[in-house]
């Protein structure tokens, strides 16, 4: 997840559209085995995301998130982490290397 919105165009509606995709895939049978959070995507696995109801869902579930550090040190919320774990660039592309499918929104 790239981004804290989903789409391009207005920001308004890609938050709502974020949302909408996050309670979807939780409701689904088939659920990703790890999420990978960058850029302004790490602002929905830190304080005050609209989705982190829908995110512990995904724990719950077996779902292992992962926030790019980097990310959250450019955007100082490294302390607002609220779930997952921190990563780093190289657990990140091995994660994305030995994956079967990889995703990216």
Known sequence: ITSSTLGQ?????GKILMRSFMYSLQELGYLPSKMLFFNSGVFLTTEGSPVLDELNQLVEKGVEIFSCGTCLDYYQLKDKLKIGNVTNMYDTVENISSAAKCITL
């Open 9 to 13: 165009g207005s920001e308004e509606l």
